[in-house]
DNA sequence: TTAAACTTTCAATGTTTTTTGAAAGTTTAA
DNA sequence: TTAAACTTTCAAAAAACATTGAAAGTTTAA
């Protein structure tokens, strides 16, 4: 294998990874792209390689720069911008974890909180019901905390500690 | 709120958590009807609450049943099949990881370990493309031993320390 | 056997999500 | 100021994905 077909089997396997985690193909293979070139890319320059319209990687460059894993930065005496994408996967495990928490897992811990704290009127089913948030509640606080406080943290001896406790 | 609001409510939200996931709305929302249902349902049952049609409900609940976390019932002098899901939530959890880990990570880590094990030219993007998925190698494999070992495996006491540790 | 009771399959249809590209917007140099 | 160089927005088109429902398939009781 060469570098042209490491390079496209890389952006496309992460492209379609991306889609399964939630995040749509283009700005997946936008961040895989940045985060193997060495140089920060223009906008023509992601268009040009992934064969994308203008508008498409505008609107998935900002959606990258909201994540937090993708900075514009400016050449001097030049008008363009250019984009770069957070080169240590460590950090960028931390951030998306930390998206992640955010986005989703917060929201949907509020509601098993709710909805686990409904009356106990004893039927079965109201039983099962609580019996069951309560639980998804729990282990979606552990997950919270996980993702918060042990993903990418300084603290990554906890990481190295476990694998090799379990491995 | 009610049992029947916050039933509606757990069904809804489990189905739009579902999508971010992975997995489809109707097949997300089949599981959470099954996870909070006291007694085992029939696809009549499963179709009528849900308001899905046969052909849905029959294609989403082998999928589920694919993935390890449903299972057929057969009620005794009855034809008809019934289902029901994995009600401990520990074990569902373990199970969602090693399904996710088996078709997600474990093809990821092979083409990442393929991809970063190109001929080293000399270029500087060359070098950088196997930096990164090299790195990304590493923390995938790391990933995928937590996914199967630590994840909802007997040893569950290791979260628990782990937790109260960062907490 | 047969036929009733049930489940699965899959082409057609509907829905949602993504992408395009051209117009509107912004910034900067002169 | 103006206009060139660049970016963003957004309605419309395309693509991807999910759902339906009727026909085909399967199982079982008699």
Redesign the pocket.
């Known amino acids: 294998m060469n570098y042209e077909e490491a390079k496209n089997k890389f952006i496309s396997t992460w492209g379609s990874l991306g889609?399964l985690w939630g995040?749509?193909?283009?700005?997946a293979q936008i961040h895989a792209l940045l985060l193997i070139s060495p140089e920060p890319l223009?906008?023509?320059d992601i268009m040009e390689e992934l064969?994308?319209?203008?508008?498409?990687?505008?609107?998935?460059?900002?959606q990258l720069m909201d994540w937090g894993i993708v900075f514009k930065e400016n050449k001097i005496?030049?008008?363009?911008?250019y984009f770069t994408s957070e080169k240590d996967v460590q950090e960028l495990a931390k951030q998306i974890a930390k998206e992640r928490s955010r986005r989703e897992l917060q929201p949907t811990i509020k509601i098993l909180n709710d909805v686990s704290n409904i009356n106990e009127d004893g039927s079965d089913k109201t039983k099962e019901l609580i019996k069951q948030t309560k639980a998804l509640h729990e282990m979606a606080e552990t997950l919270d905390i996980m993702m918060n406080k042990v993903v990418g943290q300084g603290n990554n001896w906890i990481t190295k500690a476990l694998v090799k406790l379990v491995k």
């Open positions: 889609s995040i749509n193909k283009a700005m223009s906008m023509e064969h994308i319209s203008r508008g498409n990687a505008s609107m998935n460059l900002r005496g030049e008008r363009k911008e």
